[in-house]
């Protein structure tokens, strides 16, 4: 059985703590409530990959706590396949997210178990038979780089911002950023993201993504006008689509470029959706509300 996309990546519990103001080094304040929900960028975006239809794993590392079993209750109710999952006696990581009054935030991440991940037999199998291998840098970057080498077709979403090095760059065949992550690694002209990696993908916050590639033309793809409620999770909800939906491309070493700019397209407008609601995970569209809206935006 073959897997459609193989999510490597982290897996927190985020505690989300509403403030007037986020407070200044030495400072206390008082949050008006706290809420508790699944999150991390690895287990988003393997939500996001099997609410949009594809038979999903993900490769993660997670603590022998509450935490770490509200993720696997998160995961496996939306259908990821959780036998890739580590346990550890290491805390499940958490993230601590102040919001202010004006949806400012400012995160703090204690990595936890996420720190101790690494590629077991079981999980390099699965990565080298799935059409799809996506990862993004809350993880050790040594099993991100095992895993892109590992992969047939390999996205990164290089989230957190950091620059990286050649050798994993020459194994990804897409890379997926937002501003500040292109800057990170290619300085201010996106273009010379192509010196490094074949395509790549930036994503514009409101105003969309755009696509580039290797000998063809900058594509853009318009975001979809919405009322953002709460942007949490828009990046791994794009990331998560993009993946399964070109998991449906029948060989990913004949894909084109009409391919992955309908892919995109689908990825925005599930983004769109997604911040429209509250939360990580609990914002994560389905597939059949993508493609209702997809069919309204394109069809
Ligand atoms: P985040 O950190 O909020 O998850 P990000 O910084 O990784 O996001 P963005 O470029 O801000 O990435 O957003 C990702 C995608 O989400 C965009 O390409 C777009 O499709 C969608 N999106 C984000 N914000 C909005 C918005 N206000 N209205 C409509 N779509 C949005």
Redesign the pocket.
């Known amino acids: 059985d073959v897997l459609d996309v193989v999510v490597v990546g982290s897996a927190n519990v985020d505690l989300v703590l509403p403030v007037q103001r986020i407070p200044r080094p030495g400072e206390t304040v008082l949050a008006a409530g706290m809420t508790r929900g699944p999150g991390g960028k690895g287990a988003n975006q393997a939500v996001a990959a099997a609410r949009a239809g594809a038979r999903t794993a993900i490769v993660a590392s997670l603590g022998v706590d509450d935490s770490g079993d509200l993720l696997r209750d998160a995961l496996a109710s939306s259908d990821v396949d959780l036998s890739l999952v580590a346990s550890t006696t290491t805390p499940t990581g958490t993230a601590i997210i102040t919001v202010d009054a004006g949806g400012e935030n400012s995160i703090v991440v204690a990595p936890g178990a996420n720190g101790e991940l690494t590629l077991s037999e079981p999980a390099a199998r699965a990565i080298g038979g799935a059409k799809i291998v996506l990862s993004q840098l809350e993880i050790p970057f040594a099993t991100v780089h095992a895993a892109a080498s590992a992969s047939s077709y390999f996205i990164l979403?290089a989230?957190p911002a950091a620059e990286l090095t050649d050798e994993l760059l020459a194994n990804v065949d897409l890379l997926v950023v937002?501003?500040?992550?292109a800057e990170a690694i290619a300085g201010s002209d996106r273009s010379a993201l192509l010196k490094r990696v074949p395509a790549a993908v930036v994503?514009?916050?409101?105003?969309?993504?755009v696509i580039l590639t290797r000998g063809g033309d900058e594509i853009a793809?318009a975001?979809?006008?919405?009322d953002?409620v709460d942007?949490?999770?828009?990046?791994?909800?794009?990331c998560g689509v993009l993946a399964a939906t070109l998991a449906a491309v029948s060989a990913t070493d004949s894909m084109t470029e009409t391919d992955l700019r309908n892919a995109v397209r689908r990825?925005?407008?599930a983004?769109?959706l997604?911040?429209q609601a509250a939360g990580a995970i609990p914002s994560v569209p389905h597939g059949d509300a993508i493609d209702a809206r997809y069919a309204e935006v394109y069809l």
């Open positions: 979403n989230a937002n501003e500040t992550e994503t514009l916050g409101a105003a969309g993504a793809v975001g979809v006008p919405v953002a942007t949490t999770a828009a990046g791994d909800t794009f990825a925005t407008v983004a769109s997604s911040v």
